[in-house]
């Protein structure tokens, strides 16, 4: 008995040693920007993190995150990034020499502002952001950029 509560004492504690935070918001392309939205999520934290059955939320919808032809799993890094996009296929085509993670969703980032989360397989919010219009980066080429404090325009680095 006490090797198994050992055991998971063990276990527990790297679990809660991965955050998981959005780091980036490209909501206002320049044109259209249907299906070119995208964020970038980072494990800030030491260990890494399955995010299998994850959903990304926005608009008041869990939307469905799945694994592309250029990341064909779920497992994010310790210190990784990862770039959910509204259409994989569209992301590759704006971002030709992009080498990263990269999953596929589908949703529309409100151009005005919202808040969007990282929710687990339990629908719990694992990371959240609010943005707003007047920060910045509203169809002038800018994504919103985490800066440790607040979100800030600045050219796109997904």
């Known amino acids: 008995m006490r090797?198994?509560?050992l055991a998971l004492l063990m276990f527990v504690p790297g679990s809660a040693l991965a955050g998981v935070s959005i780091s980036e918001?490209?909501?206002?392309?320049?044109?259209?920007?249907?299906?070119?939205?995208?964020?970038?999520v980072v494990n800030d934290g030491?260990?890494?993190?399955?995010?299998?059955?994850?959903?990304?939320?926005e608009n008041n919808t869990n939307h469905g995150i799945a694994t592309t032809s250029v990341?064909?799993?779920?497992?994010?890094p310790a210190g990784g990034y990862v770039v959910v996009a509204d259409n994989a296929e569209k992301f590759?085509?704006?971002?030709?020499?992009?080498?990263?993670?990269?999953?596929?969703?589908?949703?529309?980032?409100?151009?005005?502002?919202?808040?969007?989360?990282?929710?687990n397989a339990d629908l719990v919010d694992v990371g959240t952001a609010t943005y707003a219009s007047d920060v910045g980066a509203a169809g002038d080429g800018n994504s919103l950029v985490w800066n440790g404090t607040s979100f800030?325009?600045?050219t796109p680095t997904p």
Not at 46 to 57: C, E, H, L, N, R
């Open 25 to 40: 918001i490209m909501y206002d392309l320049p044109g259209s920007d249907s299906g070119r939205e995208w964020v970038e």
């Open 92 to 119: 590759l085509i704006d971002w030709p020499s992009f080498s990263g993670l990269l999953f596929d969703s589908a949703f529309s980032l409100s151009n005005t502002g919202e808040s969007v989360s990282m929710r």
């Open 46 to 57: 030491s260990a890494a993190v399955d995010i299998t059955g994850w959903k990304f939320f």
């Open 3 to 5: 090797r198994a509560i």
């Open 71 to 76: 990341t064909n799993t779920f497992t994010l």
């Open 152 to 154: 800030t325009a600045h």
